[in-house]
């Protein structure tokens, strides 16, 4: 063991372990996975409490960085890639896409880190024109104020990428020039329910890196190709290097796009996207081992479990709410906490 210690479980920690496995069997998991669970690497994540969008946003991102470990020198030079989560061109529906100045603070934070550079991209699934989507979002005034490169992934220039996991059937990846290009690559994400997948965090936010010229609208080609293996594909080829939710207004109900707003109040970030969507969803009132992506990445591409995710800032508990759900969207069926 090279002098580092042996984990010891007890035995209702085992026969727990056990019960679930045979539960996540009953959706495609194997067993054997669930065992991994009890000794996979474990991973920080940070919830701090933000009321409002006109609160100290830059502040709580810099206290996340600071409590996460991450130091200047980590970021000092580094070209920075932000995909926020610009779904739909809607004026003033706060729930739908990320703020604009959730996403100010964001770029605010890795340039007091000392980042070269910070840019933003995005495609967008439903709509062919993203620079609609910036204008009406708000978006577009905050990067051009702020003097922030975008890149428009649905039609910018994309190369061949090798796909290391091959859950799904797509091959090779099409990723945008400027996404491969950067050395950070930051999942912007807000905080919803999803009618396909259960919820949308920081691992489905990265459909929208897929080019709709390649993909389709909305991004059909990663419909079919299976929308739970893709965003593991996604994942595990393009590895963001950090995960930072909007979660001040939320949505609940029919999301992506239909939903109710939820005010929770909150911002959760770390290093890796499967802990933050497991936080997350648990903040939402919902089982992330039951959300079948975020159960199939963990033990793999990070962590879901909840002994091994180390709670920095704000204990989760106490900002719980339950998120609305809708007993005939299946996705949402038996996904409770």
């Not at 100045?101 to 933003?120: P, Q």
């Not at 929208?208 to 010229?213: E, F, K, L, N």
Request: glycine share 10%; hydrophobic share 45%; charged share 20%.
């Amino acid at each position: 063991m090279s002098g580092k210690s042996k984990k010891t479980f007890s035995r209702r920690e085992l026969l727990m372990a056990a019960a679930a496995g045979v539960a996540l069997a009953g959706i495609g998991i194997p067993v054997v996975r669930w065992a991994k669970y009890l000794f996979e690497k474990k991973e920080q994540v940070f919830t701090a409490s933000v009321p409002g969008y006109d609160r100290d946003m830059l502040g709580a991102l810099l206290n996340g960085f600071r409590e996460l470990g991450v130091t200047p020198e980590e970021i000092r030079g580094k070209r920075v890639l932000l995909k926020p989560n610009l779904v739909e061109p809607h004026t003033g529906a706060g729930q739908i896409n990320t703020h604009p100045l959730f996403l100010r603070a964001c770029i605010e934070a890795f340039l007091t880190l000392g980042a070269a550079s910070v840019a933003v991209g995005e495609g967008p699934g439903h709509r062919r024109d993203t620079y609609h989507c910036l204008e009406t979002t708000g978006v577009g005034d905050i990067l051009q104020e702020d003097h922030i490169a975008f890149a428009d992934f649905n039609f910018s220039p994309f190369r061949a990428t090798p796909n290391p996991a091959n859950r799904s059937t797509l091959g090779d990846l099409f990723l945008p020039d400027p996404l491969l290009a950067a050395d950070l690559v930051v999942s912007v994400a807000k905080m919803k329910t999803h009618h396909l997948a259960g919820v949308t965090l920081t691992m489905k936010n990265l459909f929208g890196v897929m080019p709709g010229s390649v993909y389709g609208w909305p991004k059909n080609v990663l419909h079919h190709a299976g929308i739970i293996n893709s965003i593991l594909d996604i994942n595990a080829t393009v590895k963001p290097a950090f995960a930072i939710v909007d979660g001040i207004v939320g949505m609940e109900g029919d999301g992506p796009i239909m939903g109710t707003p939820v005010q929770s109040g909150l911002v959760v970030m770390g290093r890796n996207p499967a802990a933050v969507d497991s936080t997350c969803a648990r903040l939402m009132g919902i089982d992330p081992l039951k959300i079948p992506y975020i159960a199939a990445a963990s033990g793999w591409l990070g962590t879901a479990a909840e002994r091994n995710i180390e709670q920095r800032g704000e204990a989760i508990a106490a900002h719980r709410r339950d998120f609305q759900l809708i007993d005939t969207i299946e996705a949402q069926q038996g996904i409770r906490l």
